[in-house]
């Protein structure tokens, strides 16, 4: 029987978690953080743990960061909210000007909303509506890629491709269109990213030349399918994806909601690739880990298609009550403000090519890793069955949630995608600390594949 503590017991009587099987928590109870500091937390009999996952893919700057509290400190003490429809406030209005200098040209106004799903469902409604009006009526479809993740809501499950997540929903779903992904790893043309010259867009073209006068538009995760177990993938990829786009009249959807501020190596993944996308849906790092925010930029053109005389029904009536929230718009820019102060893309650099440097030479040849892949500061380790043949594991062994419970064990925080462990830390950690998780993680993959061997 576990020994629970009172607030474990309380946890367990009051609260559902999120993408859990509650029934595990009987066996492996909730750990109760009571504080942050740094790339650490800490558990209320004050145990540590290193978080490389920056929890949940948000934390950028460590946790209680004295520049970030201090911003959110003194907005709530001036105002913690107000109505955004016919008012505003200064921290929104500087952060959308800002928005608008930093990402790619032409994404020139920006829509607030307060949470990831909410961004992609406002600019598959903007899409739609923005063709509607233009005497396209037809263009009522989307086309997403395979292994996509785009959020929970119901339109964002539409275009996601991660059957885990909205295959008991597919009753309620939208009909969307579906292209075959970009898989690196298990190339069906048997090319390897840095020598390909992309041939599997032809899955995409082949879907375009039979639907493209329905499709509205294109969605995509640049660079990374990250809730597909960080699959990654060229930007020349991205890159023939908005010259189709442009060539079949459809919007481009780029979702930076995990890849954006920095976790590719470039402020923005969709740099990498010389495009600016219709829309850009932004969250997770945007307000460094502290408060729900999310942004949808998008450009004049699009804009313009909504600015009429109200009788003409022409707006877009979308809102949400904490749209453009005082105290999310002042964080986010205190993270803005932090990225320029610190040249941080300077020291991402550096220390993701430690990162890469160090966890090739460790994982790269163990017989249960099929693949080290690194993108920036996202680095992931495909665990497999077969090094040779790329055999994957039976997802019902629940290899990484096993591991997963090793690594907190030794104080490491690892959240698995399947059978895919990953390292998205903030980008505070030192050097030593890259080391320490590299070799935590390298010494419970060992113990769990020996442990496993001896039974």
């Known amino acids: 029987m576990l020994k629970l503590s009172n607030l474990q017991k309380k946890d367990l009587n009051y609260v559902w978690h999120p993408c859990s099987q509650m029934k595990d928590y009987e066996e ?27 929890s949940w893919w948000v934390n950028l700057f460590g946790h209680a960061n004295e520049r970030i509290s201090k911003s959110l400190t003194e ?31 032409g994404l020139a106004k920006v829509f607030f909303a307060d949470n ?30 395979t292994d996509a993740y785009h959020g929970e809501t119901l339109g964002a499950l539409s275009v996601g491709g991660v059957e885990l997540y909205n295959q008991i929903y597919h009753p309620l779903l939208l009909d969307t269109i579906r292209a075959q992904g970009p898989d690196c790893f298990r190339c069906p043309f048997n090319n390897t990213p840095n020598s390909c010259d992309t041939p599997c867009i032809s899955y995409v073209e082949e879907q375009l030349e039979l639907y493209h006068e329905e499709i509205s538009a294109i969605i995509v995760e640049p660079l990374i399918q990250a809730a597909a177990g960080m699959k990654m993938y060229p930007p020349r990829y991205l890159k023939k994806l908005k010259d189709l786009c442009l060539q079949y009249d459809i919007h481009l959807i780029a979702d930076e909601i995990a890849v954006g501020f920095g976790r590719t190596g470039t402020l923005f993944a969709c740099e990498q690739a010389g495009i600016s996308p219709d829309f850009m849906c932004l969250s997770k790092g945007l307000t460094g880990g502290y408060l729900p925010l999310s942004v949808v930029l998008t450009t004049d053109d699009i804009y313009d298609a909504f600015y009429d005389d109200y009788n003409s029904m022409k707006a877009f009536l979308h809102s949400h009550s904490y749209t453009g929230n005082p105290l999310a718009c002042r964080v986010a820019l205190e993270v803005l403000n932090i990225f320029e102060d610190n040249n941080y893309l300077e020291i991402i650099k550096e220390k993701s090519a430690y990162m890469k440097k160090v966890a090739s030479e460790t994982f790269t040849y163990q017989p249960y890793v099929g693949e080290y892949r690194q993108t920036g500061m996202v680095g992931a380790i495909e665990l497999v069955k077969n090094k040779e043949t790329k055999e994957p594991f039976p997802s019902e062994e629940r ?10 064990e030794k104080g490491l925080l690892l959240r698995p995608l399947g059978h895919v462990l990953y390292f998205m830390p903030p980008y505070i950690i030192t050097k030593e600390e890259i080391d320490r998780m590299i070799s935590i993680t390298n010494e419970v993959i060992q113990e769990y594949f020996t442990n496993t061997k001896e039974v």
């Open 75 to 105: 907005q709530a003490f001036q105002l913690e909210h107000t109505i955004f429809a016919n008012f505003t406030h200064k921290p929104a209005i500087y952060l959308a000007e800002k928005l608008v200098k930093l990402t790619p040209d």
């Open 116 to 145: 990831g799903s909410s961004a992609i469902e406002i600019a598959l409604k903007m899409s739609f509506q923005y063709h509607l009006q233009k005497g396209k009526a037809n263009k009522t479809r989307f086309l997403a890629l």
């Open 28 to 54: 492996f109870p909730p750990i109760v953080i009571t504080e942050g500091k740094g790339v650490y937390l800490y558990d209320e009999n004050n145990k540590e743990y290193m978080d490389v996952v920056s």
């Open 399 to 408: 290899i990484g949630y096993k591991i997963y419970q090793l690594a907190l």
